[in-house]
């Protein structure tokens, strides 16, 4: 069974400080995705990262996939409010066809 | 909007009662899967279809749930004789598979689904 264990499990920040969520797995993925989800909605996807090594910009936001291809990070520069929500990392794998996600992290942003 | 829909969106129903849930995907995607999330949780796979053949179940799907994708575009999740454990948001997602690329799912806003 592939488990992908998120950590932090909750996390409350000021505006403007920066912060860092991983995402960590004992097994390898083709490929990782990362979703933000608000309350009463569905995932939203933020990026696919695909190469061991790959980082991937989308503005404030840095997200890492590990050399190994078994972790990733998501990085937040100067956070806002609109940051807020439940942060989803989720692993492909080619022949498994479906994802399997993480436990998530609940990001709080106090302005 | 041309993104995933769902309908309902909230059900409250009895302890007992079957349930229907609907899921319009993507045009043009080939794969529709189901998955549930409970709260505070990540969604957790429960089925999946490429057309209109399911290609894979979950052990989560007990013998009291039941898909179909009868025209290989829209699917509908049954629930039979539902339970207080199955109150849960229901996701519906969608893919385009095409010549071995890689998977991107986009999720609808999905159901939530209360059993009293």
């Known amino acids: 069974t592939q488990l992908l264990e998120q950590s932090p499990q909750f996390l409350s920040i000021q505006e403007g400080e920066n912060l860092t969520v991983y995402c960590n797995s004992s097994s390898v993925f083709s490929s990782l995705q990362w979703y933000r989800q608000e309350p009463g909605e569905g995932p939203v996807l933020l990026v696919t990262?695909?190469?061991?090594?790959e980082v991937k910009k989308l503005k404030r936001l840095t997200f890492q996939f590990g050399d190994a291809r078994k972790d990733s990070s998501l990085h937040i520069t100067a956070a806002q409010p609109g940051d807020t929500g439940l942060y989803l990392c989720?692993?492909?794998?080619?022949?498994?066809?479906?994802?399997?996600f993480g436990t998530g992290t609940r990001l709080t942003i106090i302005p | 909007d041309t993104g995933v829909s769902q309908d309902p969106r909230h059900k409250i129903t009895k302890r007992g009662q079957n349930v229907t849930f609907r899921c319009d995907p993507i045009?043009?995607?080939?794969?529709l899967y189901w998955y549930r999330q409970t709260l505070g949780q990540g969604p957790e796979f429960l089925t999946y279809?490429?057309?209109?053949?399911?290609?894979?179940k979950s052990r989560l799907l007990s013998d009291r749930f039941s898909a179909e994708r009868p025209k290989g575009s829209f699917s509908t999740l049954e629930i039979q004789r539902t339970e207080q454990g199955d109150s849960a948001m229901y996701l519906c997602?969608?893919?385009?598979?095409?010549?071995?690329?890689?998977?991107?799912?986009?999720f609808g806003p999905g159901t939530r689904l209360t059993v009293l």
């Open positions: 045009s043009e995607h080939n794969r």
């Open positions: 997602a969608s893919s385009l598979i095409a010549g071995g690329l890689g998977d991107t799912q986009y």
């Open positions: 279809f490429q057309n209109e053949a399911q290609l894979e």
């Open positions: 990262v695909v190469t061991g090594g």
């Open positions: 989720a692993g492909f794998n080619f022949g498994n066809e479906k994802l399997t």
